[in-house]
């Protein structure tokens, strides 16, 4: 299989972004690595927890643990995927 270019957008409006660019046709799927968040500071909790340095219980309010876990899985599962194509 030849390589293939994956892009890991940073942040949901940067994912945003390239998911438009998939729906267009104009990437793959496959190539979009989506859920990270934004690495600034104001994300230093979502960043602990995506990590696994902060446990659920300690969040605050303004953290959705349930959307970190769910970008989480399907970030995990496409790299799998790309794994086994390789």
């Not at 660019?21 to 793959?28: A, Q």
Request: aromatic fraction near 6%.
């Amino acid at each position: 299989m030849p390589s293939l270019c994956v892009y890991v957008p940073l942040g949901p409006k940067v994912g945003e972004v390239f998911e438009y660019l998939v729906g267009r046709g104009l990437l793959r799927p496959e190539q979009v690595l989506s859920g990270l968040p934004h690495p600034s500071g104001a994300n230093a909790e979502r960043i602990s927890y995506f990590l696994g340095r902060k446990d659920k219980t300690a969040l605050s309010i303004k953290t959705n643990a349930e959307t970190l876990d769910a970008a989480r899985t399907q970030l995990a599962q496409k790299v799998r995927q790309l794994r086994a194509a390789d």
